[in-house]
């Protein structure tokens, strides 16, 4: 088995979701006692975040890039960012190690494509949906990527930020995502990227009638095949 090495803390709630699903995944496919072997290291998500509000993505991607080396010294055999968000720094990551990256965005696409799906619907923080670095990676698969009005992606912004990092579920922002889903459903989705790992903890796939596309666990399944092909 290849050991995966986990770029996590972004948040740590997510990363546990992570940790969860590759253990799972290992287990369901060769049975008995069976774990994932994975190196994680758990940045502070506080020193992120405030990189992130300040616009200081190079100082990000020096520190997640030092960590990529640290899972390679550590004996990891592919890494993984555990965020949507910080891909936007994942070619700095990529560069600094010799190990493949496999990249979250890919996964997606491949998900997506797979499921016969051309135009989707991406929620996430406001730099994955405004920003052009995650987009244009699903654009390149041909895919047509919608994403909410500037109010609904505030509101998606603020929940992520203020209630689901922090383990927050509550019925009320379920609720008001759900409805924003719809509104892009109206507008010619046919599917919906949870585009930041902590949406999967709040979005569930019975809540919406559009195919969810959850990145977390789609991300962990690439691993699973990953460490054990």
């Known amino acids: 088995m290849r050991c995966i090495g986990l770029i996590g803390g972004m948040s740590w ?3 546990a979701l992570y940790y969860q699903l590759l253990n799972e995944g290992v287990k369901e496919r060769l049975g008995g006692l069976h774990s994932a072997r994975c190196v994680l290291a758990s940045v502070d998500f506080a020193e992120i975040e405030a990189m992130q509000s300040e616009g200081r993505w190079d100082d990000a991607g020096r520190l997640l890039a030092d960590t990529a080396r ?12 555990c965020t949507n968000t910080m891909h936007k720094v994942a070619d700095q990551v990529a560069d600094a190690i010799t190990l493949p990256l496999l990249h979250l965005a890919d996964v997606v696409a491949d998900a997506v494509v797979a499921a016969g799906v ?14 052009s670095f995650y987009s244009d990676r699903l654009r ?5 990527v919608l994403t909410p009005q500037a109010d609904d992606r505030a509101l998606v912004d603020r929940v992520i930020y ?3 990092v922090l383990g927050q579920v509550s019925e009320e922002s379920r609720a008001a995502y759900v409805e924003i889903i719809g509104r892009l459903a109206a507008h010619g ?5 949870l585009g930041c790992t902590e949406i ?3 979005v569930r796939p019975t809540d919406v009638d559009l195919p969810t596309f959850p990145t977390t666990r789609l991300h962990a399944q690439a691993a699973v095949d990953f460490a054990l092909a």
Request: proline share 0%; charged share 20%; hydrophobic share 45%.
């Open 140 to 144: 390149s698969r041909g895919l047509t």
């Open 118 to 131: 051309d135009t989707v619907a991406l929620l996430g923080t406001r730099f994955t949906m405004e920003e």
């Open 162 to 164: 203020t209630e689901l």
């Open 70 to 81: 640290g899972l390679q010294a550590a004996g990891a055999d592919a890494v993984l960012i």
């Open 189 to 193: 989705a046919r599917g919906v990227i």
């Open 13 to 15: 709630e997510s990363s």
């Open 200 to 202: 999967e903890l709040l």
